[in-house]
């Protein structure tokens, strides 16, 4: 578990196009981060990096679909070519799916598993030998509290962000001896963008937003955690009474839970 400095931090930030992703860039960028950008809409990329460079900060985009294998390979070699390494990846890009499993189908399962697994693990995967010759290298993945505990009407998202939770816990350990730190952030309900892009949205699975956090005390808690070197936040006390309540007792929060659908 390493401090780091943010300041000439050479760091891939997926999903940057809106939401957490972006408020993490731009608070990496204020404090001297140089920034690989990428989601696929490139006129937000092309907002982001002019909002960038009105502060005097350092980045440029890679437009693309993260689970595309070119995608991924094109931002590995944008940090090699524009600033020599790379010290950091922040895996963030993710989508939801809302309503009951036995009513989608296996595309559903299978798109969110390929944006919030796959792509991120495999991104890692290319990254990482750029990371061994980097300065305190650090792996940021993305998570939420729902990587914790699982609960109803989103099971594939719930087992998306466990299995990344799986993955993290188990590469810290791997990587531990080359001083590549693993970071894994939980966020709960947070306002962004996120809900509007839920696939096979039902209309019968309830989203309360009304006490959401906003991306940006997201992203400032999580650059705060890359700068310590924590490896594992969950951001509001609400998910940490959670996951507790769930270690403490499972029984009783499968019985409170399956009422609140
Ligand atoms: N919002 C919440 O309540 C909440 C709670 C806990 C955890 N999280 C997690 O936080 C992360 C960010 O979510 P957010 O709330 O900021 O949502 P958001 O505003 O919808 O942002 C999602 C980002 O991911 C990118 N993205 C999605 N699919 C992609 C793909 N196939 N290829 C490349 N980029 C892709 C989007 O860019 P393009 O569409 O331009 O490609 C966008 O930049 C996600 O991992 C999410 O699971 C969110």
Request: proline fraction near 3%; charge should be positive.
């Amino acid at each position: 578990m390493a401090s780091r400095k943010i300041a000439g931090l050479r760091t891939i930030v997926t999903g940057a196009s809106s939401g957490i992703g972006q408020q993490i860039a731009i608070e990496l960028a204020k404090q001297g981060a140089k920034l690989i950008v990428t989601a696929r809409r490139a006129e937000r990329l092309a907002d982001l990096l002019a909002e960038i460079k009105s502060f005097d900060g350092d980045a440029v985009s890679v437009v693309g679909d993260i689970v595309d294998p070119r995608t991924r390979v094109s931002l590995v070699e944008a940090a090699s070519r524009e600033f020599g390494g790379l010290d950091a990846v922040v895996n963030n890009a993710g989508i939801g799916a809302l309503g009951p499993f036995v009513n989608a189908d296996e595309a559903r399962n299978r798109t969110v598993m390929e944006v919030n697994f796959f792509a991120p693990v495999e991104l890692i995967r290319l990254a990482v030998p750029l990371l061994r010759e980097g300065n305190r290298p650090i792996i940021v993945n993305v998570s939420s509290v729902l990587g914790h505990r699982a609960v109803a009407n989103k099971s594939e998202y719930c087992a998306s962000k466990f299995a990344m939770h799986g993955f993290s816990d188990a590469l810290r350990c791997e990587l531990a001896g080359e001083g590549i730190d693993v970071l894994i952030v939980s966020p709960s309900t947070t306002s962004s963008e996120f809900f509007d892009h839920v696939t096979d949205r039902e209309g019968n699975a309830t989203v309360h937003t009304r006490h959401a956090m906003s991306p940006h005390v997201v992203a400032r808690k999580t650059v705060r955690a890359i700068r310590r070197g924590k490896h594992e936040i969950i951001l509001t006390a609400g998910g940490r009474a959670l996951v507790w309540f769930d270690r403490l007792c499972p029984p009783l929060m499968n019985r409170v839970l399956a009422r609140f659908r």
